[in-house]
């Protein structure tokens, strides 16, 4: 299989798998939702942000170092070097996971205490601890299906996972008779553990049989270690301080909704609100492109590995155009939609008004997302980590001094600018790296079509007897009529042009020979 018809081939099952993951994990958040109500949202998101800290240092940069790595040795056509990659990083993973499990589980108590100021979140944090060692050791694996183009077998093990966390927190929840906001967050941690292991266990036996392919054409590696600890340790340190200012941010959120003149409870209730139930929905749509930028790395990294950096520019300026045409769709269909889609999933207006508050951040933030994952694969994630770093640095300073003053519309305001500012940055550091350029006379014509779609696909349907609703059925229709209204729009306005499907059965190996893309955006 060629490189462009399996990276179509990974780019459909990574899309496949995260737009199921994401819609079981919507609707398991609507099932809590309902369980634990907004402010245990809120407390869980809390547990979370420790925990995403503690998932830091347990990785310590060692996924994305293992996907180089293997890109580099299969690059370089020395399969034979890439269980020696493996067997470093799975060490590298299990040194740190169970250093990361010891200092959670000692450190419960003061945590919960002082950092989250809540002695509820004590038990969850211990039983978070257990999670890391096989957390750490599943992504090195999750790394290496990346990096061999076999996303295939981690896909399925994310959907299995998923369903089994599921099954256990819904089945503990339901076998309880009487649960508190505390014990139902462990039995939510508890479950996630359950997950873990089985990740674990089922990546390592699909690796050992995918690995026999390396047997022969034994090659010598040299340095495996030193570059493994060059990849890693300095993303580590870098996603340290990111995240712990992410962490130091997400604990000052509630705070500062208390100091505005909320109580505790109805300050964790925001919380949830924004962080548990309105993220998850405009996010949702990112699926398609968050998996392309997973993929792009392996991608990009052997393209400069072999120097071509004809293919590099030509696929980072293809997929940015892409990805800015379906984030202004997804922005203005979130934006018009956005009370439907409230009432629909949690049954709250009040969803929907954050949902269209946020909804034109969208396209910055896919676009960001993206531009984070090329940079990667060209070597250049100390730029990215540098630049997440004194986004998260600014926003810690703007979550202390604006949200006792301005609650949740001062924290839209910062969600804003800081996109804003990280994707300035992280386009700018592209720019360098390879030759991009944006046309306003583009954006101009996908932003008239997607409202344009979105304006034809209510109308059509409302004279067909059909008018817009809350109601699943409905809304997916006028969802998708504006999905289909809005590509014949770019077709016609030449925003999708021939070569765009050209390229598109290239990449399925129909056709070899692919005019470049302009730089039209």
């Known amino acids: 299989m060629g490189r462009g018809k399996r990276m179509l081939k990974n780019t459909i099952l990574l899309t496949g798998t995260s737009l199921l993951m994401r ?44 996907t180089r790595l293997v890109s580099e040795e299969l690059g370089k056509s020395n399969p034979g070097g890439v269980k020696k990659v493996i067997i470093r990083c799975l060490t590298y993973a299990l040194c740190f996971g169970t250093a990361a499990m010891l200092a959670l589980y000692f450190n419960a108590d003061m945590i919960g205490a002082e950092w989250i100021g809540d002695g509820r979140t004590v038990l969850s944090l211990r ?24 996303v295939f077998k981690s896909a399925a093990v994310s959907i299995a996972e998923q369903l089994i966390r599921i099954a ?76 712990a200012l992410s962490t130091l941010q997400n604990l000052l959120i509630p705070k500062g909704f208390q100091k505005s003149g909320a109580t505790a409870e109805a300050a964790l209730a925001d919380y949830g609100l924004i962080e548990g139930m309105v993220i998850p929905i405009i996010t949702f749509p990112s699926a398609f492109f968050y998996s392309l930028a997973e993929l792009v790395v392996p991608e990009l990294t052997e393209a400069q590995v072999n120097g071509r950096n004809n293919d590099i520019s030509s696929l980072v ?18 934006f018009r939609f956005s009370s439907e889609l409230g009432s629909c999933i949690y049954g709250s207006l009040r969803v929907g008004h954050y949902i269209s508050l946020l909804s034109l951040l969208l396209p910055f933030m896919y676009l ?38 301005f609650a949740l519309l001062g924290y839209i305001f910062i969600l804003y600018f800081t996109e804003l500012f990280n994707f300035s940055l992280s386009i700018h550091r592209l720019s360098v790296m390879t030759s991009l350029r944006f046309s306003p006379v583009f954006i101009v014509k996908a932003v008239f079509s997607a409202f344009g779609s979105v304006s034809l696909s209510v109308f059509v349907l409302r004279y067909a007897g059909l008018p817009l609703s809350p109601h ?9 009529l504006t999905a289909v209204i809005y590509f014949a729009l770019l077709l016609i306005l030449g925003c999708l042009e021939h070569r765009d499907i050209v390229w598109l059965k290239s990449f399925m190996g129909i056709k070899k020979n692919v005019p470049r893309a302009r730089n039209n955006m």
Do not use: W
């Not at 990805?323 to 979130?334: N, T």
């Not at 990667?376 to 997440?388: A, T, V």
């Open 23 to 66: 819609t079981v994990g919507i609707s398991f958040q609507v099932y809590l939702t309902k369980k634990i109500g907004a402010s245990g949202i809120g407390l869980f998101q809390l547990i979370m942000s420790v925990s995403m800290l503690a998932a830091t240092f347990a990785l310590s940069g060692i996924r994305f170092a293992t």
């Open 368 to 405: 960001d997302s993206i531009t984070d994952g090329m940079l990667r694969g060209l070597g250049q994630q100390m730029y990215s980590m540098r630049y997440n770093i004194m986004d998260s640095f600014i926003t810690v300073i703007l979550v202390y001094t604006l949200l006792p003053r």
């Open 127 to 150: 039983l978070l601890s257990f999670s890391l060692p096989a957390f750490a050791l599943s992504h090195v694996l999750s790394g290496y299906f990346t990096a061999v183009s076999r």
């Open 472 to 480: 699943t059925p409905v809304l997916i229709t006028h969802i998708v």
């Open 168 to 243: 256990v927190v819904v089945a503990a929840l339901s076998l309880t008779a009487e649960y508190t906001v505390e014990s139902a967050c462990a039995i939510i941690v508890a479950g996630g553990i359950v997950g873990e292991i089985f990740a674990f266990s089922m990546l390592y036996l699909l690796y050992i049989f995918d690995r026999r392919r390396y047997k022969e054409r034994e090659a010598k590696t040299q340095g495996i270690t030193k570059r493994m600890f060059g990849i890693a340790l300095p993303l580590a340190f870098s996603a340290y301080a990111r995240t």
């Open 317 to 334: 300026n293809r997929i940015l155009r892409l990805c800015l045409l379906f984030s202004i769709g997804a922005a203005v269909v979130m």
